[in-house]
């Protein structure tokens, strides 16, 4: 024991030259991917006299086989080593000759892949191609695929019965042939899982395939994936029980982890429009077996605090198709107004193959003031929404996309609500790359709400229109534009406050160019007005940003001014988030 303790600490006290390179090498005549390879194959350089020795001895023929691998059956090489300095030089001058190319590739499938179309098109499209240089990985990853595709689509008893490749140094050409026999394509067996975890009505509708249908592992994915989606569970796992296929059917089985019963998640936010925010959300992802969830919000901000409630019930389609029953108190600032509001309401949210829709109905009492003039109204909407996203690249700061929403909403005095309106509202934004580097994005709103002019002063400021701010006509302070109204005040004076419009316009055209990964630079023009019929007054915001890249989202610091106000000055707008 001693002794080996003694030899332990003998060899770490060694110098640090005893483990020095032995041999440096270096590779000419050849570059790109045969450098690449014969670096490879050559290895780490020799650090003992030993390792040396069979270094040198093996160098040679670990060259060759590195470019026999990449179709290079005739190179020649030539070792130049210098054995008078230390450590050793040694240089590999490599002359890789003309490649093998392929002549006759025949790949030949029988059993049930035969007939199987994806199977078909792979064959019909190979890596293998006649008087292409032969290349030994792109052979193995073509049987690989193979015999992957076959996993995938079902056939589990497939296997290679004749894989190949005849090569003629001398010649240059080298001939293929695989056979693979993929046996019968096993259907979907019967579904096990524990009935307890999930409803059986609810299962179907996320899975996206019965009993007797072809196997296919894109499927099984699909369906795990809209299992996670659905948030009741904090692990799924789908697998083929293969050990105990037969007569052509596989069984599948289904594992669910159910998620935490309540999570609780803090944040901090921050924008010129509603200034500093702090929230807190209480999520619970399943109530019970049926699928119920609730998630419960609490926010403040010296702009708007609020309070929220959704519960959640799913209907034909956990994900697709579910009831909401929601419940909303909310202070806001509606340019010079301050409004509260309470708010209850129901509504159902599709989504079909493209679109999201929804229709509501939601009760709203609102009071506000204006001066001398106070309102506290009842009002019960109905309405519908529908919306479209289409997105290309990141989440955060897509290549290019189109968001459209349109929502429709009325009230009727004779349906309990104080005055009569119907009030439409539509939103677009357009994401494009131009060139690399180069982004366009165009930003519009429209809205309009029909009330008789007696009725007009009613008009809640939640339904009125109102623009200006980050996410409108920059340059302009947060809804600072909208129809005016004076008011008398109790000294005499006159004050002049933003009481909003039944009609909106607004348009945005924006120029961006990343100037690396992570910052980006803008200009950018916003125009438009918040009115009413009949008195539209555009106002133009000139201006320029700064954006920094975040996994959220970019923070845009953003220069406005103002055009053609009697005292223009610069506001900074800070934002953060995507585009859509």
Known sequence: MLRRLFTCLTLLALPLSVYAEALRYEVKGVEGELLDNVNAWLGAPPVSPEERLNFVVSA????????????????????????????????????????VRIRDVRVLVAGGAA??????????????????????????????????????RGYFDGRLLVSTVEVDPVGGTADVLIEYDSGVRYRFGQL??????????????????????????????????????????????????????????VPIELELFPAKRHSIDLGVGYSTDTEGRVSVTWRTPRINRFGHSQESRIQYSPVNPSGRTIYSIPLTHPLNDTLQLSAR???????DIDSQQAEVGVR?????????????????????????????????????????????????????GFSQFYSLEGASESLGSDVDLVRAYANYVFVATLAEDHRLVLRSELGAVSIADKDRDQLAPSLNFFAGGSQSIRGYSYQSLGNEVDVEQDDGTTKTFVVGGARLLTGSVEYQYSINETWRAALFADAGDAFDEGEFDAHYGLGFGLHYMTPVGAIKLELANPVGDDNPSWRLHVNIGAEF
Do not use: C
């Open 348 to 400: 159902r949210e599709v989504k079909g193959e493209n679109w999201l829709y929804s229709y509501s109905l939601r009760g709203l009492n609102e009071s506000w003031d204006v001066g001398d003039f106070d309102a506290d109204n009842d009002y019960l909407l109905p309405g519908l929404t529908f919306s479209h996203k289409y997105r290309q690249g990141p989440l955060v700061n897509p290549l290019a």
């Open 60 to 99: 040679e023929t670990r060259v060759e086989q590195s470019l026999q691998a990449l179709g290079y059956y005739r190179p020649d090489v030539d070792l130049v080593t210098d054995r008078s300095v230390d450590p050793w030089r040694m240089t590999v001058v490599v002359a890789p000759g003309e490649p």
């Open 329 to 335: 108190l909310e202070e806001n600032e509606f340019g």
């Open 192 to 249: 096990s899982y524990n009935p307890e975890q999930l409803e059986r009505e609810q299962l179907i509708a996320l899975q996206p395939f019965a009993d007797g249908d072809y196997y296919s592992a894109p499927l099984l994915q699909r369906f795990q994936s809209s299992l996670q989606r659905t948030g009741f569970f904090s692990s799924v796992i789908v697998s083929p029980q293969l050990a105990a296929r037969q007569d052509g059917v």
């Open 115 to 152: 007939n199987d179309d994806t199977f078909t098109g792979m064959i019909s499209r190979p890596s293998l191609v006649s008087g292409n240089v032969f290349h030994h990985g792109a052979y193995e990853a073509f049987k690989r695929g193979l015999q992957a595709l076959g996993q995938r």
